[in-house]
């Protein structure tokens, strides 16, 4: 819930079917939900979330991948990350592969490192990476279906591995 709320103020508004498991021997959970909706639309949009356990973080990180995604102001983001700040423009970059990530500069400077930024620029899947309070996760847009699990269970140690 605290991971789906990173991703917008108001968090998931509706859950759908989960899934519990392990992947590659480690926990792992996977299940659908759905937002409030942009603008007037009264109804929402669905996503699947994947999360995962790690190790505990310093605070939340949230990396855009994903074209439509991305939030396009500064407004919000102190509240999603749960943090203060008079300057919400602090809390936000964009590397130079086009890639948004979202976090206090302290735990962006700590995690974004030079090769990490490559990997998550290279990173093929596209969706939003997050990681806060020991857990990471992957949100993609969409429900859950048995060919979206498929394609899940052959990815998630790659993004495992990117939010280390």
């Not at 103020?9 to 992947?23: K, N, T």
């Not at 999603?80 to 500069?105: F, H, M, N, Q, S």
């Not at 400077?109 to 998550?120: E, F, G, N, V």
């Amino acid at each position: 819930m605290t991971l789906s709320k990173r991703l917008h103020v108001h968090g998931a508004r509706i859950w759908g079917i989960g899934l519990e498991g392990f992947v590659d021997a480690l926990p792992c959970t996977i299940a659908e939900h759905e937002s409030v909706g942009t603008g007037t639309k009264k109804t929402g949009d669905w996503f699947t979330l994947v999360v995962w356990p790690i190790r505990e973080s310093a605070g939340p990180l949230v990396v855009w991948r994903a074209p439509g995604m991305t939030p396009l102001t500064n407004a919000g983001v102190a509240d999603r990350l749960g943090v203060d700040t008079a300057d919400a423009a602090t809390l936000r970059v964009t590397t130079d592969g086009g890639i948004l990530v979202e976090g206090e500069p302290r735990v962006r400077d700590a995690r974004l490192t030079p090769d990490r930024i490559r990997a998550l620029e290279a990173w093929p899947h596209g969706g939003v990476l997050v990681r806060d309070a020991g857990y990471a996760a992957w949100r993609l847009p969409g429900t859950l279906s048995a060919g979206r699990l498929g394609l899940l269970l052959k990815q998630i140690p790659d993004a495992r591995r990117l939010m280390m």
